[in-house]
């Protein structure tokens, strides 16, 4: 059976910095205890003409430039996210159109945090079944249009971005079978409601849930991509809080793993988090081609998934 593999990325984030001194002057805070609660020490912050589907344009476009494919060749878009402002069309739908693509398949999937692991799980699952041949999957948020800029337990988390993978179809898979699943009890840990949100979430519950029940899910995405965790070269959580981030990676035995960081810098951009952290590995070339990467999202819902990849 054809599976699939990952060939490029890209990924794109806005120009204004926002540093936890500057967070500071506008709400009750400070930088060490930002740095010491969630390890964030800035985040990228989009401008108010700057849309969702032109962030998630941006970063499709640099993937599938990376992959050196002709964009006539692309048809699937899968776009995650959790804060597109439109109901229709759908940001998938503005991102074809944008690219220029022909007749593609475009959907938006919404799964929060998780939703990258979710959106290339489908693309893996299309290209299988022989409904697809090349995909641009995105993981894209605009958190900041849905922020409480006063209450200090949310403004210092979030950041704006996006980050894109090409999938092609490929007779040597290099996609793991996708673990996923839900926390029914926990479907309102993490919240945008109604038509002006904010962005709310219990963070002591999300934060318990994920360092309890993270390391056994996340073993068990080894064992289906075949692997053992210190055959690992690297490890790309959803970038929420290091303070999850440093005791999975050492729970879980990927000993010989690159551990993504990028919250430090671009604070959690929830759908957008893998991709952009991802990508920014491979641009610095810091993990090699070919080796084994485990991808794990996990936030709204309580919605979790991850996969093994090879890096290309």
């Given at each position: 059976?054809?599976?699939?593999?990952?060939?490029?990325?890209?990924?794109?984030?806005?120009?204004?910095?926002?540093?936890?001194?500057?967070?500071?002057t506008m709400v009750e805070t400070n930088d060490e205890w930002i740095q010491s609660r969630v390890g964030i020490r800035e985040r990228r912050i989009a401008a108010p003409d700057e849309?969702?589907?032109?962030?998630?344009?941006?970063?499709?476009?640099?993937?599938?430039?990376?992959?050196?494919?002709?964009?006539?060749?692309?048809?699937?878009?899968?776009?995650?996210?959790?804060?597109?402002?439109?109901?229709?069309?759908?940001?998938?739908?503005?991102?074809?159109?944008?690219?220029?693509?022909?007749?593609?398949?475009?959907?938006?999937?919404?799964?929060?945090?998780?939703?990258?692991?979710?959106?290339?799980?489908?693309?893996?699952?299309?290209?299988?079944?022989?409904?697809?041949?090349?995909?641009?999957?995105?993981?894209?948020?605009?958190?900041?249009?849905?922020?409480?800029?006063?209450?200090?337990?949310?403004?210092?988390?979030?950041?704006?971005?996006?980050?894109?993978?090409?999938?092609?179809?490929?007779?040597?898979?290099?996609?793991?079978?996708v673990v996923w699943g839900s926390v029914p009890e926990m479907s309102d840990a993490v919240r945008i409601e109604g038509r002006e949100g904010p962005f709310q979430q219990e963070g002591?519950?999300?934060?318990?849930?994920?360092?309890?029940?993270?390391?056994?899910?996340?073993?068990?995405?080894?064992?289906?991509?075949?692997?053992?965790?210190?055959?690992?070269?690297?490890?790309?959580?959803?970038?929420?809080?290091?303070?999850?981030?440093?005791?999975?990676?050492?729970?879980?035995?990927?000993?010989?793993?690159?551990?993504?960081?990028?919250?430090?810098?671009?604070g959690n951009t929830s759908a957008a988090s893998i991709p952009i952290a991802l990508s920014k590995l491979v641009e610095k070339r810091e993990i090699p081609s070919g080796a084994p990467?485990?991808?794990?999202?996990?936030?709204?819902?309580?919605?979790?998934?991850?996969?093994?990849?090879?890096?290309?």
């Open positions: 059976m054809t599976g699939s593999r990952v060939v490029a990325l890209g990924h794109y984030q806005p120009e204004r910095v926002l540093t936890n001194d500057e967070l500071a849309s969702v589907d032109e962030m998630a344009w941006r970063a499709a476009d640099k993937a599938i430039a990376n992959a050196g494919l002709d964009v006539a060749e692309i048809d699937y878009v899968v776009v995650a996210t959790c804060t597109a402002i439109d109901r229709s069309p759908n940001i998938a739908a503005r991102v074809a159109a944008r690219l220029g693509l022909g007749n593609p398949a475009a959907i938006d999937l919404n799964t929060a945090c998780s939703g990258f692991a979710y959106a290339l799980a489908t693309a893996d699952q299309a290209i299988r079944a022989g409904a697809a041949t090349k995909a641009v999957v995105i993981g894209v948020e605009k958190l900041s249009d849905w922020t409480d800029w006063t209450d200090r337990t949310t403004c210092v988390l979030i950041g704006d971005g996006a980050g894109a993978a090409v999938v092609v179809a490929d007779e040597d898979p290099g996609i793991s079978p002591l519950s999300v934060f318990r849930w994920a360092t309890t029940q993270l390391p056994e899910i996340a073993q068990q995405v080894c064992e289906k991509a075949g692997l053992k965790p210190d055959e690992l070269g690297g490890v790309v959580l959803h970038q929420a809080n290091l303070r999850i981030i440093e005791p999975l990676a050492k729970r879980l035995g990927a000993t010989n793993a690159v551990v993504a960081k990028d919250v430090v810098e671009s990467v485990l991808l794990f999202g996990f936030g709204g819902g309580l919605s979790y998934a991850g996969q093994v990849i090879r890096c290309p």
